[in-house]
């Protein structure tokens, strides 16, 4: 490999950090494998945890389990430097579908870089964190361990997330949507439908014409914003008037004015057909809000002079077109790396079954090891620079200070 703006000294550790991601590749794969067959939900990832967790733990790291009040968290330690660096560990499944986001090769990617690193700690001066998040697929891990003090002294964090083929390993450019999910609740009244229909109030038409409403409002909101929403409950036998719907929804934008602009009007639509129908309306907050993400420039230089060494496509990438991560509230407030990885021959869309399925392929491993090497490299690059290791010890400060503020 041919590598460009590095010292000889950080171009020998670059070697050695690379053998060290081989020589863990085989404890690594079949780790990423396990998690990718037990596809567990949410805030259900005891296996995968667990099984992170060990491996961390038999290589020298120093494992909080249940980080946060979370029971399938944790944060495992190496290092005592003055600059914290966080990779961070994803785990969770898709409901009924599986690991169709590869969070399998998230996990690994970062387990990976975290054991390639950790005998280079001292040499670089750092306090090294693979910090476990669950939930990222609903929930908002990364939010709720940020509320809670996970990442108090982090001076960056990083990880990767697999997408289909073709798309750039460039970060620069690139972001993610902010996204509110919601539960919509319209209670009406109970009667026999065939009896006394007019003595009924139905809730179930409301959250048709919810959805009516919602339908026309798409051609008046700009092309890159998303709704989206299903009925969880409308309704149980035809001889009833419905008493209760309920509509999940969301919202997603790539700015949070935009974002909030857009969950209003989206309010409306609810409101107006509570108005329409005579029923009641509560809306509730399902989950913590998602930010948008903000790459950081200095890591994405160091990425991507990584992947140019790879012969990656590192063309400036015009942003992706739709998805969020609770990964945007970590760079909100700490600088922040998440490319995308490109798994070849993936020419189909994530969150599909095809996709779960190429996962798990020689070829997701094989880039899922190139990304670990890569985020090594950020790492050791990062924390090489002066001048940019002072900023991002000088960002932790101010994290720390923001947060003994606000508890104070």
Not at 20 to 45: D, Y
Not at 192 to 219: C, E, K, T, W, Y
Request: hydrophobic share 45%; aromatic share 6%.
């Amino acid at each position: 490999m041919e590598l460009t703006n590095t010292t000889p000294a950080l171009a020998s550790l670059r070697s050695e950090l690379a053998d060290g991601v081989e020589h863990w590749k085989p404890r690594v794969q079949t780790l990423a494998q396990e998690i990718h067959a037990l596809k567990e939900i949410s805030f259900e990832e005891v296996r995968s945890a667990e099984a992170i967790a060990a491996l961390l733990a038999e290589a020298g790291f120093e494992v909080e389990r249940g980080t946060s009040g979370l029971p399938t968290a944790f944060s495992a330690s190496v290092g005592s430097g003055g600059l914290t660096v966080a990779l961070c560990v994803e785990y969770d499944a898709l409901p009924n579908i599986g690991h169709a986001c590869g969070h399998n090769l998230i996990a690994g990617a970062s387990v990976a870089a975290a054991l390639a690193l950790r005998p280079f700690v001292d040499q670089l001066g750092i306090t090294l964190k693979a910090i476990g998040t669950p939930a990222e697929e609903h929930g908002g891990g990364k939010a709720l361990m940020l509320e809670r003090g996970a990442f108090d002294g982090v001076g960056l964090a990083l990880m990767v997330h697999p997408v289909q083929d073709g798309l750039t390993y460039n970060p620069a450019g690139t972001s993610a949507q902010a996204v509110g999910r919601y539960k919509a609740t319209f209670t009406g009244k109970a009667a026999h439908a065939a009896a006394a229909p007019h003595q009924g109030v139905n809730a179930a038409d409301a959250a048709v014409l919810s959805q009516v409403a919602i339908g026309l409002l798409r051609q008046q909101i700009p092309s890159d914003h998303r709704i989206a929403c299903f009925v969880a409950e409308a309704g149980h036998v035809t001889n009833i008037i419905p008493e209760k719907a309920v509509v999940q929804f969301e919202c997603r934008a790539f700015t949070l004015p935009e974002y909030e602009a857009l969950h209003q009007r989206v309010r409306n639509c609810f409101e107006g057909a509570a108005l329409a129908t005579g029923t009641t309306l509560v809306i509730e907050e399902a989950e913590p809000l998602y930010e948008p993400l903000l790459q950081d420039d200095a890591l994405a230089a160091h990425w991507t002079d990584a992947m140019d060494a790879f012969g990656k496509d590192t063309s400036r990438s015009s942003g992706l077109s739709g998805g969020s991560t609770d990964m945007g509230n970590i760079s909100q407030v700490i600088p922040s790396l998440h490319p995308w990885l490109s798994i070849p021959g993936a020419n189909v869309p994530i969150h599909s079954h095809a996709f779960a399925a190429l996962a798990n392929s020689p070829e997701a491993y094989g880039v899922m090891f190139e990304a670990a090497t890569a985020l090594a490299w950020t790492v050791a690059g990062a924390a090489s620079i002066p001048a940019q290791r002072e900023r991002f010890t000088q960002a932790a400060y101010r994290r720390r200070t923001v947060t003994q503020e606000g508890t104070s």
